[in-house]
């Protein structure tokens, strides 16, 4: 089989083709399998790591709300710092009721609160009634007269006063005015561990994973609705994608076996939670994947065979009758040849080269006469430049002969449809100034308004800042047009006409048309928009509001062109919204 032929290059680049896409695949596969699987419990593991670290930091956050109370409160502070105890009780229920407005009032174990000699004494919370009884001489176990520094969320000990064995966060203050260094008293809360462990005692874990909990330096794991302190495992890499920015994923020894540690932070200082995944749970079966891998290379490989011959079969008869055709076309053989007409797309290759020989000299006849037709539309183009120059100058005979008349009403009109004419037949100019603009619209207007007798009257309330803006030719008159026959003459004919201007924005200023007509509604509106027919007794027919509008989103783009909005009985009102452009193309500037 040779190369050089069609049969042996479709043969090569479809094994070629197959091969490569089944290593590809095959070793894409494996990859993004791998990397799937082990990801997948990454983020679900992050996700739910920090859905229990967001519900623990609501309740975090006011704990220690209640310990900035306990510690600034000025009816603490007067408790503290007077002599006797006429304050006590009230400054108990104070206390109390703090408790038990705070939100995490279920997980506050215990609040002590004392004076610096501890001989006040404050004492409330959930244990109470599981609870060794506290006094100013056993206060000293959680509070020692000689403490003077502030403590707490680093650490989960006991509680020396409670019955039963239960762990708890303590948290140690020293009381002071904030204008003084002085200390006045000491606080002690106790912060029920169950605060954690409510969290996670519907979590599922698998056989080998454990949940843990980093508070400052402290690792703790957590198992059986126990906080275990164990040593901190150092991490060997980190090299995975995670939702939260500050989400780690570590690969860590934990009793002697690898695992991924998912560690993602409160968000209260430094408290986090962890989850450990064994690495032998995540992977999966190689041997057998890799089997899967084999058979799916072996399937493609067997199916690009058979592309290939498939392929050749299909290909290269037909391939071969079709170059016998064209070679018979190179040497002036124009008959059909029904043999090349298959049922397929080199079937219609062959009729189209059958057809193509055949119609040949029907195809020169045919240029033959569109070179005529060439010829007719430029003898037809001269004489449409001949007619203009002839309406100027018959048009301008008639206005001074009115002239002499004193007939001052044709005059002013035969002058107006004058200078009218000559701006249809300028072409050559799409863009113009919106000044030019405005004096085709007059000139338009002035016979309009004689031929209502009056009854149409047209205010220009536009700047002349804005009298140099590029305006495509012929955008006013026909918005205008419609506005008098489809507005103002339903009724009656007698109506106002108003064009205003004003700057929308940094890149675009708006034009806006409105007449006090009998208005559209929003079907009206839409079919407005729909055709690019004018008004059948408008003076340009070919020029509709459609038109218009595409016009000047073909010359300045989509974010431009034309809108109406109408209220029947009311009002039509064409807005135009177009770039700060000159005529040339030049950033516009006000004058």
């Keep these: 089989m040779r190369l050089k032929t069609l049969k042996g290059k479709i043969t090569l680049i479809t094994v070629t083709f197959t091969l490569t896409l089944a290593i590809l695949v095959a070793t894409f596969s494996f990859f993004l399998f791998r990397s799937f699987a082990l990801q997948s419990q990454i983020s679900s593991t992050e996700f739910n790591l920090q859905f229990i670290g967001a519900k623990a930091r609501e309740s975090m956050v006011a704990i220690d709300s209640l310990v900035r109370w306990s510690t600034t409160n000025a009816q603490v502070l007067a408790y503290l710092e007077t002599d006797g105890i006429q304050n006590a009780l009230v400054t108990y229920e104070r206390v109390k009721e703090e408790v038990m407005n705070n939100l995490a009032q279920s997980y506050v174990s215990r609040i002590i609160i004392t004076d610096i000699n501890h001989t006040k004494l404050i004492h409330t919370g959930l244990s109470m009634s599981d609870s060794k009884p506290v006094t100013v001489t056993n206060v000293q176990q959680v509070l020692p007269l000689s403490y003077t520094q502030n403590a707490g969320w680093s650490l989960i000990g006991e509680d020396p006063f409670l019955l039963k064995d239960e762990q708890v966060l303590p948290i140690r203050r020293v009381i002071n005015r904030s204008s003084s260094p002085e200390v006045t008293g000491q606080l002690y809360l106790a912060v029920s561990a169950s605060l954690i462990l409510d969290l996670i005692k519907d979590y599922t874990l698998s056989e080998d994973s454990s949940l843990y909990l980093t508070i400052g330096d402290n690792f703790y794991e957590i198992r059986d609705n126990h906080f275990t302190l164990i040593q901190t495992p150092q991490p060997v890499k980190q090299d995975f994608d995670t939702a939260g920015e500050q989400t780690t994923v570590n690969s860590v020894r934990i009793g002697g076996e690898k695992h991924l540690l998912v560690t993602c932070p409160t968000g209260f200082q430094d408290i986090s939670l962890s989850q450990s995944l064994p690495l032998a749970k995540v992977r999966f079966e190689r041997t057998l994947y890799f089997s899967l891998l084999v058979i799916i290379l072996i399937v493609v490989l067997l199916f690009g065979s058979l592309l290939t011959l498939l392929l050749n079969r299909l290909f290269n008869r037909p391939i071969a009758k079709i170059q016998e055709k064209v070679k018979a076309i190179a040497h002036s053989d124009f008959s059909s040849d029904p043999s090349i007409e298959w049922d397929d797309e080199l079937g219609d290759i062959g009729k189209g080269i059958n057809d193509l020989a055949l119609r040949i000299d029907s195809l ?167 055709t690019s027919s004018s008004p059948a007794k408008g003076m340009f027919r070919e020029i509709g509001i459609r038109n218009v509008a595409k016009r000047i989103e073909y010359t300045y783009g989509p974010e431009y062109g034309l809108s109406i909005e109408s209220e029947v009985g009311s009002y039509t009102k064409a807005i135009i919204r177009l770039p700060k452009l000159t005529k040339e193309g030049r950033p516009w500037q006000p004058n």
């Design 364 to 530: 020169l006849e045919r240029r033959i006469a569109d070179e005529k037709k060439k010829q007719d539309l430029e003898y037809r183009m001269l004489q449409s430049q001949i007619n203009p120059h002839f309406l100027y100058n018959t048009l301008n005979s008639i206005k001074w002969m009115a002239t002499l008349q004193q007939a001052t009403g044709i005059a002013e009109m035969t002058t107006s449809l004058s200078r009218l004419m000559k701006n249809v037949s300028k072409a050559d100019e799409p863009i113009i100034s919106l000044e030019a603009e405005l004096a085709l619209l007059d000139d338009y207007f002035v016979i309009q308004k004689y031929r209502y007798g009056g009854t149409l009257i047209l205010q220009t309330a536009i700047d002349a800042k804005f009298l140099s803006l590029g305006i495509p030719r012929f955008t006013l008159q026909p918005l205008v047009e419609n506005a008098i026959f489809h507005g103002i003459e339903p009724k009656g004919g007698a109506g106002t006409v108003l064009l205003q201007a004003y700057e929308e924005n940094d890149q675009a200023i708006t034009l806006i048309i409105k007449d006090d007509g009998v208005g559209m509604d929003e079907k009206t509106i839409e079919e407005v928009f729909s």
